[in-house]
């Protein structure tokens, strides 16, 4: 529900449903993800918060591509390209074809002064991805002349 209510900008019924969620079990995962989701749309300190929760979560979890860019996003919030960029990076590592991860990519060499290049390369990756629903993703790399060796 919390995604839900951000989706549609009601960030005040999100913290509602967060504080349900933190009295009820405050320690389990699917209220640490929603946590972070919110604090990272609260912004400020609170990005702070969302990245020790999500750092908590590789700890425990393992740095899967959804936490490693959710990660990435915490950092590029608070201007740590670098950091955001590795991060990615190592989640572009575990999930080659993921949309999110390679347009974040995309806003990161923006930030750090890649070449134009890069970033279009990322940009035809995700519209090549979105249009061709291959099953096998290893298949973009070959067609995309190796995106992920940059």
């Excluded at 890649?114 to 099953?135: C, L, P, Q």
Aim: overall charge negative.
């Amino acid at each position: 529900m919390v995604q839900c209510y951000l989706m549609v900008n009601r960030v005040d019924l999100a913290e509602t449903q967060l504080r349900t969620m933190q009295r009820t079990d405050d320690d389990a995962t699917i209220t640490q993800l929603a946590s972070t989701r919110v604090y990272l749309v609260q912004g400020g300190e609170r990005i702070a918060d969302a990245l020790a929760t999500l750092t908590d979560l590789v700890d425990k979890y393992g740095p899967t591509p959804a936490l490693l860019s959710a990660q990435a996003v915490c950092n590029m919030r608070i201007g740590n390209w670098a950091e955001a960029e590795r991060q990615l990076l190592q989640a572009s590592e575990r999930a080659i074809a993921e949309p999110e991860v390679l347009v974040n990519l995309a806003v990161c060499a923006l930030h750090t002064g890649k070449s134009r290049d890069i970033v279009n390369r990322y940009i035809t990756f995700v519209s090549f991805i979105r249009t061709t629903r291959t099953s096998e993703p290893r298949e973009h790399l070959l067609i995309l002349g190796g995106l992920a060796d940059n």
